[in-house]
């Protein structure tokens, strides 16, 4: 499994991570959701060994992965699918982590087949790939050790809807068959249908954590009405709290019947009433992480 605990990470003074603390368990898929700049990657490059941590500790497999005798036996890592050395064909990229790991050569074929490369694909250099190309590359390389843990940041980037449910099934038999995954993508449908347990940070710091049924099911209930200002009035009146979702609604975890009631006896027309996990993870997601929104930031050395 891996274990992180009290995590930090500070640049020049900014905190990038925040006390943050979680464990990803066998045989599940963690989901590691946050917007752009939250500390996503960040946490990630500690967990492999790339960038140092400030305080806290991660444990991957009982230890640090830098201790690790031979750590592509037993962590497989996509961390950014376009790090990979553009003038290489994909097999001669596989070909050396097998070798690096001392894996036998029929490893690298069977990767090859396994995401979907064809042999005409396979001997062209990387340069000449899609985006999605260079994720499945990535993923054969994370897998060719067969390890234990997956810890992948954005994989799905670049692929076509075909490569996504390709990518979702493969993740699901490997931790249905015992694996570890922890996984990172700002695809919410598709975290929603593969993800065990999710992980949900902003501005460095967890604001939610627990299985997925858990967290959608604590979601509370959504309400808007053409007077907003009026139902939000009345649902303070009524003492109950409520903030503007990410879809321009109210939230509140008042139950629905509860505040239909205060909205009749307000005299306040609903234009919508529902229990807020019928939206699903994208609603909560936007709830949760509401004040650290950035459309146009894009995680970089402080992600």
Do not use: C
């Amino acid at each position: 499994m891996i274990t992180v605990q009290h995590l930090t990470k500070t640049y020049r003074g900014t905190v990038a991570v925040d006390d943050i603390s979680f464990t990803a368990r066998p045989g599940r898929v963690t989901g590691f959701l946050g917007p752009n700049g939250a500390g996503k990657s960040t946490s990630m490059r500690i967990m492999v060994g790339l960038t140092p941590a400030t305080s806290g500790s991660v444990e991957v497999l009982g230890g640090r992965y830098a201790d690790l005798p031979n750590p592509g036996l037993e962590v497989g890592v996509l961390l950014d699918a376009s790090a990979q050395h553009a003038g290489r064909t994909g097999r001669e990229i596989l070909t050396i982590a097998a070798r690096t790991m001392g894996l036998p050569a029929r490893r690298v074929p069977e990767m090859l087949r396994r995401v979907s490369l064809t042999e005409k694909e396979a001997d062209r250099r990387v340069r000449d790939y899609s985006l999605g190309m260079r994720q499945r590359l990535g993923i054969a390389t994370a897998l060719i050790g067969d390890p234990a843990v997956l810890v992948l940041d954005e994989p799905a980037n670049g692929l076509d809807p075909a490569g996504i449910r390709w990518m979702r099934d493969l993740l699901r038999e490997y931790a249905d068959q015992g694996g570890t995954v922890l996984l990172s993508s700002h695809l919410l449908h598709e975290i929603e249908v593969i993800a065990d347990d999710l992980v949900v940070i902003g501005h460095g710091r967890i604001v939610a954590q627990g299985t997925k049924q858990e967290l959608l099911s604590a979601a509370g209930t959504v309400v808007s009405a053409a007077d907003l200002a009026g139902l939000a009035a009345a649902l303070a009146d009524a003492g109950i709290g409520a903030s503007v979702s990410g879809s321009g609604a109210l939230h509140t975890d008042a139950d629905t019947d509860v505040v239909g009631r205060v909205a009749l006896a307000a005299g306040v027309a609903l234009t919508e009433l529902r229990s807020a996990d019928s939206a699903g993870l994208e609603e909560m997601f936007l709830e949760l992480t509401a004040e650290s929104q950035r459309e146009t930031t894009t995680e970089g050395a402080a992600a």
